[in-house]
C-alpha cells in the first residue's frame, strides 16, 4: 500500500513558476511509477509527466513538454513536478499516482496507476 500527500500548488500569474511535491510513504516507494495527473472541472483527468523507479525515464504530455520537468528523490520518498511559464490552461487539480512498472518507461494512462493523492490546486490567472 501506498499514501501519497501533495502539496506547493497555489495561484501564480501566468509565466510563473510552481513547484509541487508527493511524498509518499510505503516500504517500497522506489518499484513505482510515479506520475502526475491534471482535471479542470469539465474535462476528464489527463496524464502531464511521468517518471521509471530509477528516475532515469520521463515522459511528458505535449502540452508541457519543455516547461515541466518532474523528479524523484528515493531517499527522501518524494517526487516533484517544476512547473514554469505557467499558462492560465494549466488551471487544474493537480494529482500524484504511484503505479506498477511494467517495462523501461512509466505510461501517462490514468488506468495504469493504482495509488492516488488527494491533489493540489493550482490555478493561473
Known amino acids: 500500500h501506498v499514501q501519497l500527500v501533495e502539496s506547493g500548488g497555489g495561484s501564480v500569474q501566468a509565466g510563473g513558476s510552481l513547484t509541487l511535491s508527493c511524498e509518499a510513504s510505503?516500504?517500497?516507494?522506489?518499484?513505482?511509477?510515479m506520475g502526475w495527473f491534471r482535471q479542470a472541472p469539465g474535462n476528464e483527468r489527463e496524464g502531464v509527466a511521468s517518471?521509471?523507479?530509477?528516475?532515469?525515464?520521463?515522459y511528458y504530455a505535449d502540452s508541457v513538454q519543455g516547461r515541466f520537468s518532474i523528479s524523484r528523490d528515493n531517499g527522501l520518498t518524494t517526487v516533484y513536478l517544476q512547473m514554469n511559464s505557467l499558462k492560465p490552461e494549466d488551471t487544474a487539480m493537480y494529482t500524484c499516482?504511484?503505479?506498477?512498472?511494467?517495462?523501461?518507461?512509466?505510461?501517462?494512462?490514468?488506468?495504469?496507476?493504482?495509488?492516488w493523492g488527494q491533489g493540489t490546486q493550482v490555478t493561473v490567472s
Open positions: 510505503g516500504r517500497t516507494y522506489n518499484k513505482w511509477c
Open positions: 517518471i521509471s523507479p530509477d528516475g532515469r525515464i520521463r
Open positions: 499516482a504511484a503505479g506498477f512498472h511494467y517495462g523501461a518507461g512509466c505510461s501517462l494512462s490514468p488506468n495504469e496507476y493504482k495509488y
